[in-house]
Nanobody, 121 residues
């Protein structure tokens, strides 16, 4: 599976961005998907996850109520809608895939290349 993350950019605090993660090489239908982020000097942290069936989602406490993860099987793509962005959301965002079960640790098999999100105050 090859993952291509896109949609990052520069936005003012309070603004919105939608990240996309497009997969090629294999269908994502049996993979759980996760979004992670890594700010300079910090460890990579889990942001959100969604099961292969989209029946369950996970969000880090820091983004609950502001971010929404979703998936479109017809497009083999996973999204992260980010609203009410804060400067502390600034990081490189990565999408990742692993078989079936969501993990909150970076224990994922496949990773995208990352997309930069910068939120100005």
């Amino acid at each position: 599976v090859q993952l291509q993350a896109s949609g990052g950019g520069l936005v003012q605090a309070g603004g919105s961005l939608r990240l996309s993660c497009a997969a090629s090489g294999r269908t994502l239908s049996t993979y759980a998907m996760g979004w992670f982020r890594q700010a300079p000097g910090k460890e990579r942290e889990s942001v959100a996850g969604i099961t292969w069936s989209a029946s369950s989602t996970y969000y880090a406490d820091s983004v609950k109520g502001r971010f929404t993860i979703s998936r479109d099987g017809t497009k083999n793509t996973v999204y992260l809608q980010m609203n009410y962005l804060k400067p502390e959301d600034t990081a490189v965002y990565y999408c990742a895939a692993r078989p079936l079960v969501v993990s909150t640790t970076p224990d994922y098999r496949y990773w995208g290349q990352g997309t930069q999100v910068t939120v100005s105050s």
